[in-house]
Nanobody, 122 residues
Framework: QLVESGGGSVQAGGSLRLKCETS????????IGWFRQAPGKEREGVAAIRSDGTTRYTDSVKGRFTISQGNAETTFFLQMNSLKSEDTAMYYC??????????????????WGQGTQVTVSS
């Protein structure tokens, strides 16, 4: 089970920190990904982190977003800075319990949260 929180409304240039809390068995090799979906658009991968600490970002958020794991193995964050109106979307976290490489491809992830809305006004 995955539960997202931290979404909200912010002006362009502002910041938000999304949180993903996971539960269940923790495998030795897992990936957590953040995805977003705007109305009328396909779901896209934003950032991903593997259990060994490797990360991956989509080009549009590099230098602005940071994915990280909290002190608890079951908590993950997406720090979003310098937000733009085009970042407006529903944000989801997802898990791939057994992964060899962090990817931004939605079908690679087995479990999904319910999403948290991020709205950036210009």
């Amino acid at each position: 089970q995955l539960v997202e929180s931290g979404g909200g409304s912010v002006q362009a240039g502002g910041s938000l920190r999304l949180k993903c809390e996971t539960s269940g068995y923790i495998y030795s090799s897992y990936c957590i990904g953040w995805f977003r979906q705007a109305p009328g658009k396909e779901r896209e991968g934003v950032a991903a982190i593997r259990s060994d600490g490797t990360t991956r970002y989509t080009d549009s958020v590099k230098g602005r977003f940071t994915i990280s794991q909290g002190n608890a193995e079951t908590t993950f964050f997406l720090q979003m800075n310098s937000l733009k109106s085009e970042d407006t979307a529903m944000y989801y976290c997802a898990s791939d319990p057994v992964c060899t490489i962090a990817t931004l491809t939605p079908p690679n992830y087995n479990f999904w949260g319910q999403g948290t809305q991020v709205t950036v006004s210009s």
